[in-house]
């Protein structure tokens, strides 16, 4: 956008290699550059590598942001330094690594938020990137694929935090460009197999493969606003939720398909528990969605996994629990609520999107319908 600075935003998990593809990217940078580095410790090591490192004597501001992260605890500070940057500094780039934990979607819906309540912006999201390790996604999630055993699946994952790869997997589903990384660490055949499974987890984004974070500056940049709606409707989750066509290309060759679970009764929590911790199908590569127990019928609960790893936890309430007076303010500022409303139930439901190599929809259904209380049961408590 002319006389609009562009924003380009770098996410990724802790150790994918977000700094050394920022390094590589201002080397290559010949215009003037501002650098925002976020790290959620109170030393941001980051920031601290790049100013040792190679952005030493060039035309660079570094702005500091700690103890905390731009997609939530500091979301207002950050769209505050980037407000600043764009109007008192030189700039012509502005370059933000996030924390490895942050949400991509989160930090762009800011910017949306921030162009709403702003007029005669001077700056843009241009991009938004996830650098993906390739060699770990294949290892820690794409093991279904290479046929790995129960035995192989326990060394790999021994000592994992539960809801990493979740993180991982909602920082592919919302970029439009991902930066596969690492790739000297696999064969072709790996490559190509996770680049097609990456794909399918968001659609719209360009996969640029790199060793050590090396990749043209030219192609990352888009040079017009990020598409927010356009790489939300993307990702496969939400590709599933609107009834899009599968990939013929993905499910002939990898047999890699979706499919949506949705039901009105709630869920008997010890017996779901039991059921993703004992019994769950080792071919869903990803699934997520919004659950409801039987013992709690005001929480939201959200359900993720993601190769091994699957977590259940609360989110907001449900609009159904709220007052009459709150649910009246709710309808007014989001009618859309009331669309798929039930006299019973209100907005409670269960809604999970699950995406798998060959996976069997009957008998995943049932196994989630032998966990659900019910109906008449549930009216009567």
Same mark, same amino acid.
């Given at each position: ?8 935003l ?43 490192g ?32 764009s ?38 999201l ?20 290479e ?10 994952s ?23 990384n ?48 356009? +790489?939300?409707? %993307?990702?496969? *989750? ?5 009834? =899009?066509? $599968? ?5 002939e @060759? ?25 019994d ?36 907001s ?10 649910q ?24 999970? +999107?699950?995406? %798998?190599?060959? *996976? ?5 259904? =049932?196994? $989630? ?5 019910? @109906? ?6």
């Open positions: 956008m002319e006389n609009k600075i562009p924003v380009i770098i996410t990724g998990y802790l150790g994918a290699g977000k700094t050394t593809l920022l390094n590589e990217l201002l080397q290559q940078e010949e215009r003037k550059v501002a650098l925002i580095v976020n790290d959620i410790g109170s030393v941001n090591i980051d920031a601290k590598l790049l100013k040792q190679n952005i030493a004597g060039m035309d660079t501001n570094v702005v500091e942001l700690s103890n905390g992260c731009i997609c939530c605890t500091l979301r207002e500070e950050f769209m505050e330094q980037i407000d600043e940057i109007k008192c500094s030189n700039a012509e780039i502005i370059f933000v690594e996030a924390s490895g934990v942050s949400d991509p979607s989160s930090i762009a819906e800011a910017f949306l938020v921030h162009e709403q309540t702003h007029e005669d912006l001077l700056f843009f241009d991009t938004v990137i996830t650098v993906v390790d390739a060699d770990r996604v294949h290892s820690e999630f794409l093991y279904e694929l046929g790995k055993t129960k035995d192989d699946e326990e060394k790999i021994a000592n994992e935090d539960v809801d990493i790869i979740n993180l991982v997997m909602d920082q592919i589903e919302f970029c439009n460009v991902i930066v596969l690492k790739c000297d660490l696999l064969g072709e055949e790996e490559l190509t197999k996770v680049e097609k499974v990456l794909k399918r987890l968001q659609s719209s984004a360009n996969i640029i493969r790199s060793i050590h974070g090396k990749v043209k500056i030219e192609d990352l940049l888009n040079d017009e606003p990020f598409d927010f709606e356009e +790489v939300l409707g %993307g990702s496969a *989750i939400q590709r599933a939720l609107a009834h =899009a066509e $599968i990939e013929d290309e993905d499910e @060759e990898y047999g890699i398909t979706s499919f949506v679970f949705e039901a009105r009764n709630p869920l008997i929590r010890e017996k779901f528990m039991d059921f993703i911790n004992n769950y199908p080792m071919n869903i590569i990803r699934a997520k969605g919004y659950i409801w127990f039987s013992d709690d019928d005001v929480h939201v609960q959200l359900f993720e996994q993601a190769g091994r790893n699957a977590v259940v936890s609360k989110m309430n449900w609009v159904a629990s709220l007052s009459a007076e709150e009246k303010n709710v309808f007014e500022e989001y009618p859309e609520v009331r669309d798929d409303w039930d006299e019973v139930y209100g907005d409670r439901m269960i809604q999970i +999107v699950f995406i %798998g190599k060959n *996976i069997d929809k009957e008998h995943i259904s =049932a196994k $989630i319908s032998e966990c659900i209380h019910g @109906e008449e049961q549930w009216k009567d408590l």
